[in-house]
């Protein structure tokens, strides 16, 4: 997954990455491109929390050795055009399994 930080003056933005273990399914079959999974939220110390469904993951934040570049190729009349379209320098981990939300809804009576 991706995720949009940043727009610089230059049009090249800067990206973050989000790395998964395990598969996130869509119940109704086909793709997620472009649909609510969850949500992301970071602790008072900068740890990012997902909430996903009744999920809660927790992870943390890595920079790359080298930023990754998102390049869009594009064949004009004369040839290919390549352009960079956004940099890779960070992304968030959650390596650990999801811990269950659980709701304790007391009586009013």
Not at 19 to 35: A, C
Not at 41 to 54: A, S, Y
Not at 55 to 66: A, M, T, Y
Not at 71 to 89: C, H, L, P
């Amino acid at each position: 997954m991706i995720l949009k930080l940043r727009s610089s003056s230059t049009g090249v933005e800067e990206w973050g990455m989000i790395e998964l273990q395990g598969e996130i399914i869509n119940k109704s079959g086909g793709t997620l491109d472009g649909k609510f999974i969850g949500d992301l939220h970071f602790t008072k110390e900068n740890e990012p929390v997902l909430i996903i469904g009744h999920h809660l993951l927790q992870g943390k934040i890595v920079k790359f050795p080298k930023p990754f570049a998102v390049i869009r190729r594009e064949r004009s009349g004369a040839g290919i055009n390549i352009s960079v379209t956004a940099v890779i320098k960070t992304k968030i981990i959650f390596r650990s399994r999801p811990k269950p939300i659980i709701w304790i809804q007391k009586d009013k009576s």
